[in-house]
């Protein structure tokens, strides 16, 4: 495909459940981060990998959130026990980023995940 | 840390109008990049433009320019001769230089009014 996909679009858990929420990135993107939208507000950032490394999960809110990455190109974010305050839409995005500093983000279409 | 404001909720253009959407933001990086990124109603967020900080010059492109006041830190979007199709959220993103991640702004909706 030519742009970012991700799966599914809309997830409904009950609380307690565990989700996984998949990105498929740019052929040949080194970079992948995953955003947290909550309703009327920005993105903000989860972490970031480049190709299989996850060099920044600073943002994970809790160790409940897990992302990996292991060949380098379609990544999975994982929520466990899931909470209300999880309901949210998740973006990822792609960049080259070694292509050149400053490079921009590809997003996705935003997996919405309602916890009920 | 690094902090993104965009002050307005919301505004409103009429068609073919100007319209100016603003942001302030802090950084202690030295050298990073600004972002305005647009997400129309049930769309992906898209980039709309990009300014790099020791750029003095303005960036540009086609209708939709900025006024980066580097010493302010301030970075508003003026978009040109407004159409339908920009009615969408605006965000105001920072800071790409020793870390890949952006720090958005709350976002800002606009309504153009044909």
């Known amino acids: ?116 | 840390a690094q902090t993104v404001t965009q002050s307005q909720p919301e505004m409103s253009v009429q068609e073919a109008e100007t319209v100016t959407l603003s942001c302030t933001y802090d950084t202690s990086e030295s050298d990073y990049y600004l972002f305005w990124y647009k997400q129309p109603p049930s769309r992906q967020m898209i980039l709309v433009i990009r300014q790099e900080a020791y750029k003095q010059q303005n960036a540009t492109e086609n209708r939709f320019s900025v006024n980066f006041q580097k010493a302010a830190k301030s970075f508003s979007l003026k978009i040109s001769d407004s159409q339908l199709g920009d009615a969408a959220m605006y965000f105001c993103a920072c800071c790409q230089g020793g870390s890949e991640k952006l720090v958005f702004g709350k976002g800002m909706k606009l309504t153009v009014n044909p």
């Not at chain 1, 909550?38 to 993105?43: C, E, F, N, S």
């Not at chain 1, 897990?66 to 792609?94: H, M, N, W």
């Open chain 1, 1 to 116: 495909g030519a742009g970012v996909s991700q799966s599914p679009r809309y997830k409904v858990a009950k609380r307690g459940q565990d989700v996984a929420l998949r990105c498929d990135p740019i052929s040949g993107h080194v970079s992948l981060f995953w955003y947290q939208q909550a309703l009327g507000q920005g993105p903000e950032f989860l972490t970031y990998f480049q190709n299989e490394a996850q060099l920044d999960k600073s943002g994970l809110p809790s160790d409940r959130f897990f992302a990996e990455r292991p060949e380098g190109s379609v990544s999975t974010l994982k929520i466990q026990r899931t909470q209300q305050e999880d309901s949210a839409v998740y973006l990822c995005a792609s960049s080259l980023a070694t292509a050149e500093p400053g490079g921009e983000q590809y997003f996705g279409p935003g997996t919405r995940l309602t916890v009920t």
